[in-house]
């Protein structure tokens, strides 16, 4: 025991050291962890073993599946984006440019299935066509929306939206995951620090003892490990706080904090992905906007019946009967061709009327313990033992370096 206290008193300053490494090596290896699960967004090195792609951007469809199931069937459905839209105070937002549209509808129709007839009608009496139109065009896309609302899941793919603008968007969909777990990433961290300490005391007190060289890497290992697979614990568990030893209380970090990140999670959602634009384009072009331009059809041929009762037939006859229904067709997809452009006219309103921060927090405060962890638990659980694993190799490695250094200096 002496010759113990001799050497250790003769060498101290090496010896503490081996906590602050410990310490050093829980947190370099939490960083490179959480730089691992989000960068590079493309692969880097050679495919398919040698190199590396961050875990989120890697498994882009499949994490947006996931995020987006908790959004859609947990948060939101599309009827709660669709419906609270006013058809008359839509058409009333965009009726100046929808009269615009009209006129160059009509002319445009006019010209292509009758140009002889259109050209030589006075400039006065194809004012009275085109105002006709522009009159009863507002209340026709008021009409469309009331269909569109009636049988919203239909012709609105939320899930395809949502999915389709986090894969085409691997930054945003890293963002999803960084703004939820920011604190909780910060935590991983800095707890290495505290867990990889603790764990070089230990190591110092078992080297100083034996002086095996097999000792240090094996507790770099240790501490690469048990470090991380610790803090994801922390992270996650218990979902109920829970008193320890009569002395401290814990709930999972990210549980703890369920007010303040579906308030960060609400803005960024409604800020990025479930935006008008993003909706109206989703109706507009998505993979059902073949029903909507079915609806407008149908509208088309509904006021046309409505207003040429008496002059179709002659309609018909001028045209002729296929032509006819081509010139139908021609209305719908010129107007959906418009409409893009058109509804942008009421983004602001939308924006107000849809409030979909406010809906997404106020699901998000709801939600099961379960169910609110899923909005992070993925990001971990995708090769999380890749990190846990690539953790413990390099806290081996730096133990391997400590066994020189150690080696060296206590000579």
Same mark, same amino acid.
């Given at each position: ?25 829980? *947190? ?84 292509? *299935? ?103 890497? @094996?507790?770099? @290992? ?7 697979? @610790? ?33 960060? *999670? ?108 899923? @909005? ?36």
């Amino acid at each position: 025991m002496d010759a113990i206290l001799e050497d250790f008193a003769r060498h101290w300053p090496v010896y503490c050291s081996i906590p602050l490494v410990a310490a050093l090596i829980g *947190y370099v290896t939490k960083l490179v962890a959480i730089r691992m699960m989000f960068q590079p967004l493309e692969f880097v090195g050679i495919k398919p073993v040698f190199g590396w792609q961050g875990i989120v951007p890697k498994r882009a469809a499949r994490m947006a599946a996931i995020a987006c199931d908790t959004m859609t069937q947990q948060l939101i459905r599309p009827s709660d984006v669709i419906e609270r839209l006013d058809a008359e105070r839509v058409a009333k937002e965009i009726e100046k440019p929808l009269l615009t549209a009209a006129e160059e509808i009509v002319r445009e129709v006019a010209a292509e *299935y009758q140009p002889g007839l259109w050209e030589s009608l006075p400039a006065q009496v194809q004012r009275v066509i085109i105002r006709r139109v522009q009159a009863e065009s507002p209340r026709m896309i008021g009409e469309v929306l009331e269909a569109i609302k009636a049988d919203v899941d239909s012709v609105f793919d939320l899930k395809d939206m949502v999915v389709t603008s986090l894969v085409k968007d691997k930054r945003l969909l890293n963002r999803i995951f960084q703004e939820a777990g920011r604190k909780e990433f910060q935590f991983i961290a800095r707890s290495g620090i505290v867990f990889g300490g603790l764990i070089g005391l230990v190591q110092m007190v078992v080297w100083v003892l034996f002086k095996l060289p097999i000792i240090m890497p @094996l507790f770099g @290992l240790f501490t690469g490990w048990f470090t991380d697979w @610790l803090a994801l614990k922390m992270i996650f568990h218990p979902k109920q706080p829970v008193r320890y030893f009569g002395l401290f209380e814990w709930q999972g970090l990210f549980l703890k904090r369920r007010a303040e990140v579906s308030e960060s *999670y609400g803005e960024l959602i409604a800020k990025e992905i479930i935006t008008p634009h993003n909706v109206i384009e989703a109706v507009l072009r998505g993979p059902l906007s073949d029903r909507v331009l079915a609806l407008i059809q149908r509208q088309v041929d509904s006021e046309l019946s409505r207003h040429a009762s008496v002059a179709k037939p002659l309609v018909v006859m001028a045209v002729g009967s296929a032509r006819y229904q081509g010139m139908k067709r021609r209305i719908a997809q010129l107007i959906m061709a418009r409409l893009p452009e058109t509804m942008r006219y009421i983004e602001d309103y939308a924006e107000d009327a849809m409030d979909i921060r406010n809906l997404l927090v106020t699901k998000m405060k709801e939600l099961e313990p379960e169910e609110f962890e899923g @909005l992070l638990r993925p990001a971990f659980q995708q090769d999380e033992w890749i990190l846990i694993a690539t953790g413990a190799l390099l806290g081996f490695a730096v133990g391997e370096a400590q066994v020189l250094l150690l080696e060296h200096f206590a000579r």
